[in-house]
């Protein structure tokens, strides 16, 4: 039985997948005209007005969230109550999003002459593109399926998840033709990890002055380890007399070498350290130290100047001290 209802599930996820897929395949110029509206609506302070009726509007209002924390202003309007004052959001100048599988939803229509006398714009999310709602909008984007992953075939799935990645396709496409950057994002989410990594610099976290273990090439590994020692560190950073960065000895350097030969004391650093070790300068966020990290599976990040100079360094401990981890 607990097989069966795995391969049930399965059967779930590749209907919904084929259907993505399907969705990416018919991606046309009105996905771009969308994206363009949108922009230009934006652009001139108006707002995106996103409705939807039952299921569609549950995803109105995750489409209108990852909008607004991508600093697209949105709201979410419901259609009954808008017919009975909450139309009064909707400014003149502003965009509207309308989600209606069908199309021909009551409350839908009822509401849509009213978004025609006040919207810039009205944008569609619909799987028939020859309803009503198609025909009174100014973009038209298919989410058309052609099979719900309900095994009954009458529950909104595909349907709601084609609905669904395309509003995160609209809002992500939208946020790169806006010009919108980590720090932007940052100013919206300055709580919990994601706000740390985003609003934290490198030179907020790096291990500085006393705390740095730095050494020159010259020294031996006798040294390098009370370095370590002195500043409860992984690494010593080498540098020349000028400070500038000639290498990094780390203690998984040591442990290798000491395998090697157990009588390593006397060794030169430059023997054994990394040269042209991966940097980072000090103005960059912490978000993009965690990013260099893990792609180079590394524990250790020397910290640098415009100069190239040597003036910190950044452990993983030190990430997840601060907590942006």
Do not use: W
């Not at 509206?37 to 509007?57: M, W």
């Not at 025909?135 to 009954?152: F, G, H, I, R």
């Amino acid at each position: 039985m607990d097989d069966e209802f795995i391969t049930q599930a399965k059967s779930v996820l590749q209907t919904e997948i084929d259907e993505l897929a399907s969705l990416a395949a018919r991606l046309g110029p009105e996905f771009s005209c969308a994206v363009k509206t949108l922009r230009e609506g934006l652009a001139q302070r108006g707002k995106i007005i996103v409705i939807g009726v039952g299921k569609s509007e549950n995803i109105a209002t995750k489409i209108a969230a990852t909008l607004n924390s991508t600093g697209a202003p949105t709201v979410v309007l419901n259609c009954q109550n808008a017919l009975h004052g909450d139309l009064g959001i909707l400014a003149q100048g502003d965009i509207v999003l309308a989600l209606s599988y069908s199309g021909e939803t009551t409350e839908l229509l009822n509401l849509l002459p009213h978004l025609k006398g006040r919207a810039a714009a009205i944008i569609a999310f619909t799987g028939k593109p020859n309803s009503a709602l198609a025909t009174n909008s100014d973009v038209v984007l298919d989410v058309s399926v052609e099979t719900e992953a309900c095994p009954l075939n009458l529950a909104p799935t595909s349907s709601t998840t084609n609905m669904l990645a395309l509003g995160d396709a609209l809002a992500m496409v939208l946020l790169q033709a806006r010009g919108f950057q980590a720090e932007d994002f940052a100013q919206l989410h300055p709580n919990g990890s994601l706000g740390r990594q985003l609003l934290t610099r490198v030179t907020d976290i790096m291990r500085q002055g006393d705390q740095l273990a730095r050494i020159q090439p010259t020294d031996t590994i006798a040294t390098a380890l009370d370095a370590m020692k002195q500043c409860k560190a992984g690494a010593v950073v080498a540098t020349d007399e000028q400070g500038l960065l000639q290498g990094i000895f780390t203690h998984g350097d040591f442990v290798r070498a000491y395998q090697e030969d157990r009588d390593i004391a006397d060794h030169l650093i430059r023997d054994h350290m990394t040269p042209n070790p991966i940097t980072i300068q000090g103005d960059k966020l912490a978000a993009e130290a965690v990013h260099v990290l893990e792609k180079n599976r590394i524990d250790e990040i020397v910290v640098i100047d415009a100069g190239q100079k040597v003036v910190g360094l950044v452990d993983v401990q030190d990430l997840s001290r601060a907590q942006i981890f």
